[in-house]
């Protein structure tokens, strides 16, 4: 099918374009980046990583409304991609967007329970340190790095908390 990650792969080309355009956005050179990555999406519309890569050269060239729209994008092609869904978490963060970063993590978690990341993230997001998170969702004795508020936090008052 057009538009994929595998039709994209099979061109040495458009995979070259989609490496440098990766390698601008690294280096801060947004704008560039920003330019290959419009290319990219309109000739590969279905690739989430394109989508993604696109929102974070937007918000670095500041445009938050193409930014938006491309997190969105790839919401709408990977909802089950806790990956994917954690990361875009991070970027609604940068961006001051809480509700949407809240929403990302809820996703991740419901799409992959175990994903530890997702879990982490989402613990974090509504205010507990990421060590209680570990703790919680790993069951990794954190006790001893815990600040001392979080002593005796019991793991059933946590999970009942992130319902």
């Known amino acids: 099918m057009p538009g994929t ?9 458009e995979v070259a374009r989609w490496q ?13 980046a920003l330019a290959a990555y419009r290319e990219l999406v309109r000739k590969y519309p279905a690739v989430p990583e394109l989508w993604f890569e696109l929102g ?37 963060q940068g961006l001051r967007q809480l ?8 996703r991740a978690v419901a799409a992959d329970p175990a994903s530890v990341d997702a879990r982490i993230s989402l613990a974090s997001e509504r205010g507990f340190p990421p060590a ?3 703790q919680v969702f790993l069951d990794v004795p954190a006790v001893g790095r815990l600040p001392r508020m979080w002593y ?12």
């Open 56 to 92: 974070s050269a937007a918000a670095g060239d500041l445009d938050f409304g193409l930014a938006n729209h491309a997190y969105k994008r790839v919401l709408e092609l990977s909802p089950n991609n806790a990956n994917l869904l954690v990361m875009v978490g991070r970027q609604y």
């Open 152 to 163: 005796g936090l019991k793991r059933r008052d946590v999970l009942e908390f992130l319902q």
């Open 99 to 106: 509700d949407d970063a809240r929403t990302s993590f809820e």
């Open 5 to 13: 990650l595998a039709h994209l792969e099979r061109s040495p080309r």
């Open 20 to 32: 440098k355009a990766q390698q601008q956005l690294l280096s801060g050179q947004c704008g560039p």
């Open 132 to 134: 209680v998170g570990i």
